[in-house]
Every structure is written in structure tokens, then in C-alpha cells.
């Protein structure tokens, strides 16, 4: 028994009085207004019987990789899966790894030395900042999506500055100024890394690509499970990046990869999303019939996120639970994740939801706020 097992436990206690405590759940019946799958492919039936019939053919796919890729757990189609993404992406390579989370950790405990500094937006991915940790690199803020305030942090710095970014904001729903931001990394030579997980997919293969700005960044990270409905994630960068992780990214070297299936899978869902435009087209619909109750938001009109701002962690639960007895799903961001007084509803819109089920959602805040 652990002698400090009474310190988690006040801990723990503090959060159940404040009611956010945190607790694993199985997915409840209901409309889905939190999930992160935006196009609906994770329950998909059609590319479900896709990736039955590759398994059917090829059952080998579900076999396990048996190490990490640097020792038995390489494979023909983990190279060939990342010359695709690369090649779609217009990059020069790509890695593979089984989540965003550890591809973030990878690139933030690697790249960055002592002698370099790390400005992060504020509002960036916890994955980021738990990385920089594992760095011996300086990690500065700036001000969310403000590139005065990157500039001007980047002025006093002595060594190399890596940049880090979110395309699309997971809390707030927003878009960075890319090209804005992709400028002023240039004018300091400094390395802009941007994460695309809740772009990729929505917006063809990311903001980025939509952008054109490939030759304006070091890296990108694309995850899978969102928008794809898969698992996994890869770091589209050149050749030298890619060597360099492979050769000193602890979360690459000592991680036994995923299965085929999975990059199988990735595979089958960029082919799925190259033959099936009109999901992502379905969904902006969606959008804009939320955006057309005006609910006063931080996101962006076109975000597949939007934030419903409720400043006060007791009403945001009772706002939730209402809700759920009438068969909605969605996801309350408390305060500490987010700071006192930004508390908020987190509604994530789908291509499958329907017109009469946003009206419905959208009445009950309305009548609650």
C-alpha cells in the first residue's frame, strides 16, 4: 500500500465536491453531439465491409507486430501506408505512430535541445506541453492566435525557436492564422510545427494543404481518430526529420508498433475520403444550420467545434444534464482544463446529425442561457 494514498485521495475528493471528477463511461444511447467523429466513418457500414473484406483476404493483418518497428515490428504496408500519406500530402515523408498523443511527445522531447526555446500557443494540446517536459529546451506561451505577440517573443529570443500550433482548436473551435503565422516563423527561422487533428478530414487533408504552405513548416501531425474514425497518427516531415526521430525519439524507438491493421485501416480511410467529398460538404450544412440559431460562440462559422461559453461549473452541469434526459450527448469543459469563467459546452456537429435534432439541441440552450 502506498504511504501517500491519503493525498489522492483529498485530491480526488476536492474534485467530487466541485463535480469534476472524472470517471470512465460507456458510451450511453443517445444523439451524438460530442464525439470527435465529424464525417461518421468510425461507424460507417460501408467502409466497415471494406476492412472486413481486406481482413477476409488477408488475415494476417490481424496478427500483432511483435516489437517496435526498429527491432521486429516493421512492415511492408507501414512503409507503403506512409509513401502514400507523404505523397497525398505533398510532403517528403512521413511516420507513423499509434496516436497524436505520442507523435506530439515525439517530436517536442526530440527535436528541441537546451540551447532552443519552444513557443507554444496557449490554448495548444496537452500532449505539447507534457513533451516539453521530457525536452531540456525553454517553453514559452503566447497569447492564443495572436501573431503580434509571437512576433514579439521571438525578437528576445537568442536561439533556435520551434513554433507550436493547432490548425483547428479542439476547445475553442477556432482556426490559427496560418499563413500569418507561417510568415513570421519565416522572417525569424524559426520551426513551425502545426497540429492538424481536428483539420484533417474536415478540410480535405488539412488546413496546410489547403493553404499550400508545405515548404512553410518543419512538421505536421495528422491524427486518425477523428475525422478518419480510425487510430494512429503520422509526422509529415523531410527526410532528415524523420531520420533524426527515428533514430533519437524514445516514444518511436521503445513503443512496439501497431498492428497492419491499423495502418490498413488508414489506408482504406483516406481512399473511403477521396471517394466520398460530399460527407465533409453534408457536415458544413450542418454548421451552418447551428450557426444559423444564433448561439453566441467563440468558434469559428465554419468549425466543427463550437463552444458554448457557460461560466460556472455548477450551471454547465445542470445545463449537460438537461441534455441528457432528452437524449443528447455532449461534453462540459470544466474549469481547471479550461480557466475560471470560460467553462463551456463543447458541441461537436457531424455529417450525420440531423437538421430537426440541431433545432432541438440549440432550443434547449437557448432556453437554459
Not at 507534457?130 to 514579439?152: Q, R, T, V, W
Amino acid at each position: 500500500m502506498l504511504n501517500n494514498s491519503s493525498r489522492f485521495q483529498e485530491s480526488l475528493d476536492k474534485r467530487k465536491e466541485e463535480g469534476t471528477l472524472r470517471r470512465l463511461r460507456i458510451q450511453s444511447d443517445g444523439i451524438d453531439f460530442y464525439s470527435n467523429d465529424y464525417l461518421g466513418l468510425a461507424k460507417s457500414k460501408e467502409l466497415q465491409q471494406l476492412l472486413l473484406q481486406k481482413v477476409t483476404d488477408n488475415p494476417q493483418l490481424l496478427s500483432g507486430s511483435t516489437g517496435s518497428r526498429l527491432i521486429s515490428g516493421n512492415s511492408d504496408m507501414a512503409v507503403s501506408v506512409e509513401k502514400d500519406i507523404a505523397q497525398k500530402h505533398q510532403f517528403e515523408s512521413a511516420l507513423l505512430f499509434p496516436s497524436g498523443y505520442n507523435a506530439n511527445l515525439a517530436l517536442f522531447s526530440t527535436l528541441p535541445s537546451r540551447h532552443d526555446t519552444v513557443i507554444v500557443d496557449e490554448h495548444i494540446h496537452r500532449s505539447v506541453h507534457d513533451a516539453c517536459k521530457l525536452s531540456n529546451a525553454k517553453k514559452l506561451k503566447f497569447k492564443h492566435n495572436d501573431p503580434e505577440d509571437l512576433e514579439n517573443i521571438l525578437k528576445r529570443q537568442k536561439g533556435h525557436c520551434y513554433i507550436a500550433i493547432e490548425s483547428l482548436y479542439s476547445m475553442e473551435g477556432d482556426f490559427a492564422p496560418l499563413q500569418d503565422i507561417a510568415a513570421i516563423a519565416s522572417k525569424y527561422k524559426a520551426s513551425l510545427i502545426v497540429d492538424e487533428a481536428h483539420a484533417f478530414g474536415v478540410f480535405g487533408y488539412g488546413l496546410i494543404e489547403k493553404f499550400q504552405l508545405q515548404n512553410q513548416v518543419s512538421a505536421i501531425v495528422v491524427t486518425y481518430g477523428k475525422a478518419l474514425g480510425a487510430h494512429g497518427a503520422a509526422i509529415l516531415c523531410n527526410e532528415t526529420v524523420k531520420s533524426y526521430l527515428i533514430n533519437f525519439a524514445s516514444p518511436f524507438i521503445y513503443t512496439t508498433s501497431a498492428q497492419d491493421f491499423q495502418w490498413m485501416s488508414i489506408k482504406t480511410g483516406y481512399e473511403f475520403l477521396d471517394q466520398n467529398h460530399d460527407l465533409a460538404k453534408k457536415l458544413q450544412d450542418n454548421i451552418k444550420v447551428f450557426r444559423s440559431r444564433n448561439l453566441q460562440s467563440p468558434s469559428a462559422e465554419t468549425s466543427p467545434v463550437q463552444a458554448i461559453v457557460i461560466p460556472d461549473n455548477q450551471r454547465l452541469k445542470e445545463l449537460q444534464d438537461i441534455l441528457s434526459e432528452e437524449g443528447f450527448l455532449t461534453y462540459a469543459i470544466y474549469s481547471p482544463t479550461v480557466k475560471e469563467g470560460s467553462e463551456r459546452l463543447r458541441i461537436c456537429l457531424h455529417s450525420f446529425n440531423k437538421e430537426e435534432e440541431i433545432v432541438k439541441l440549440t432550443g434547449i440552450i437557448k432556453e437554459f442561457i
